[in-house]
C-alpha cells in the first residue's frame, strides 16, 4: 500500500523493551536490527512515526535519521511500563525529528502538558546518570593513575574537575546541542508544538504562528476567575496550582503554566482559526 501511496502515514512503536526487541531479532535474523526490519518493508518513509524508541542502537539512529522518519516521545508510559528512558537529547543531537505523546494505555492523560512535564524528568534522570557517569569515570582515572615518585596516587590537575551536568567531559562536536544536559523549557515546548508537526509531516501548516500557517492555538488564562452567577463576593482562582504573582514576567507565567496549569486554564481552542472548544471559549 505504502509503495501504490506514498502519503500514506504509518505509526508504529519501535525499541520499546528490551524483551521486544529480542524476540524481533529472533523472527527477522536476517535484518542488522529492529528498525532495519521496518527499512526491509518499505515502512521506514518520511511519514513513518515511530513511538517510544528507547533502546536505540547507533546503526539504528542513523537509519532513522537518513529515511527522516519521526519518534514520538511517550515519556509517561515509558516510565510506567519500566521500559527506560528515551534518549532525545541525544537523538535531536542527530537532527531526528522528536514530538511527544501521550500513549494513554500506558501514561495516566490525554493532554500533551503531562508528556512535557514527564519528558522533563526523564531528561533530568538521563543527565544525572550521565553526571554519576562522568564523576565514576574521574574517580576512575584517579585511582588507576600512579605517582611518579611515590609509588602513590597522583594528585595531579584533573583537567575535568569542573565538568557538570551541563558540561560533559566529553568535548561537544559543532551538532550537538543537549548531549548530557536536561531539556530546557524552550525544547520541551518545541517538541510539544513543532516537533510534533514536524514528526507528522505537518510543519509547513501548523507547529507555529508564522504568517501562512493555520492558526491552531489556545487561549490560556492565569488570572483569576470572575465571581459567579450567585453573587458571591469572594474571587476564585481558576488553578489553586498555578499561583501567579503580580510581578511575575511573562516567562515565569509562561513557564508556571507548563508545569501546574491545567485544562481550567485552557480558555479557548482554536483549529484553522475556529473556537472549537475550552473552559470560557470566546463567543
Partial sequence: MVGAD?????????????????FTKQLFPF????????DHFGLLTQKTILAHCVHLEENEMALIKQRRSGISHCPTSNVNLRSGCSPVAELLDRGIKVGLGTDISGGFGL??????????????????????????????????????????????????????????????????MFAGK????????????????EVCE???????????????????????????????????????????????PLEAVFEKFLFAGDDRNIGSVFVRGRVIGGSAPLQ
Fill in 6 to 22: 506514498p502519503t500514506l502515514y504509518i505509526q508504529t512503536h519501535l525499541a520499546e523493551n528490551p524483551a521486544e526487541i529480542e
Fill in 111 to 176: 493532554g500533551i502538558l503531562t508528556a512535557l512535564r514527564e519528558a522533563s524528568v526523564v531528561s533530568k534522570v538521563l543527565g544525572f546518570q550521565q553526571s554519576s557517569k562522568i564523576e565514576a569515570d574521574k574517580d576512575r582515572g584517579r585511582s588507576l593513575t600512579p605517582r611518579k615518585n611515590q609509588g602513590l596516587p597522583a594528585i595531579e590537575a584533573d583537567a575535568d574537575a569542573e565538568q557538570t551536568i551541563d558540561a560533559p567531559a566529553r568535548a561537544l562536536s559543532a551538532t550537538e
Fill in 31 to 38: 535484518t542488522d536490527s529492529y528498525t532495519h526490519v521496518y
Fill in 202 to 248: 505537518l510543519q509547513d501548516r501548523i507547529g507555529n504562528f508564522k504568517v501562512g500557517k493555520e492558526f491552531d492555538a489556545l487561549l490560556v488564562r492565569t488570572g483569576q476567575a470572575q465571581p459567579d452567577t450567585t453573587g458571591n463576593p469572594f474571587e476564585q482562582q481558576l488553578n489553586p496550582a498555578l499561583f501567579i504573582e503580580p510581578d511575575d
Fill in 182 to 197: 536536561h531539556l530546557p523549557l524552550e525544547t520541551l515546548f518545541y517538541l510539544a508544538t513543532l516537533g510534533g508537526a
